[in-house]
């Protein structure tokens, strides 16, 4: 895990009271992580893993925007680095294949580290500039990240 560099990353660690193997299956089952991945009302309604180094990681999420509209958001991504229940990371900066996105936004990291029987988990958002951070905090990565825990614990839970 990088030191965090509060200019340019977020993070959010917390303790779950389930074991790694259980949340890494909500993170690298499609069917599991369309049920948790962003905050309600807004929803998964495809997902792609293709768990191994330069694999395809997309998401297309909907939800509702503030006029009333809804919105279709198709994030495109690569896996980096993919360590069996204990660490993924991966990158909007790259497409499948190693093929260079056009707009690069994070690059993330998920631990999963067995602790009193559970696990410690954290989830670090790594940007290139001050500005991109402050964007990405603006967006709600606090608060939505920590919902999106919340539901994948819940998930996590019933499995």
């Known amino acids: ?72 958001m198709p994030n495109e991504g690569c896996f980096l680095a993919v360590d069996p229940e204990r660490r993924l990371v991966f990158t909007d900066a790259l497409q499948a294949g190693w093929r260079p996105a056009a707009q690069p936004f994070m690059t993330a990291i998920v631990t999963f580290e067995p602790r009193d029987g559970g696990t410690f988990y954290t989830a670090t958002a790594l940007h290139n500039d001050t500005a991109a951070r402050d964007k990405h905090e603006e967006m709600g990565f606090s608060k939505g990240w920590n919902t999106a825990a919340d539901q994948m614990l819940d998930i996590a839970r019933s499995l």
């Open 1 to 72: 895990m990088p030191d965090l560099d509060p200019d340019l990353d977020l993070r959010l660690e917390r303790m779950m009271d389930v074991p790694p193997a259980t949340l890494w299956r909500c993170w690298t089952e499609p069917e599991l992580l369309m049920q948790w991945f962003c905050p309600r009302p807004w929803h998964v309604t495809e997902a792609v893993i293709d768990l191994r180094p330069g694999g395809r990681f997309f998401t297309r999420m909907a939800g509702p925007l503030p006029d009333g509209s809804q919105a279709d």
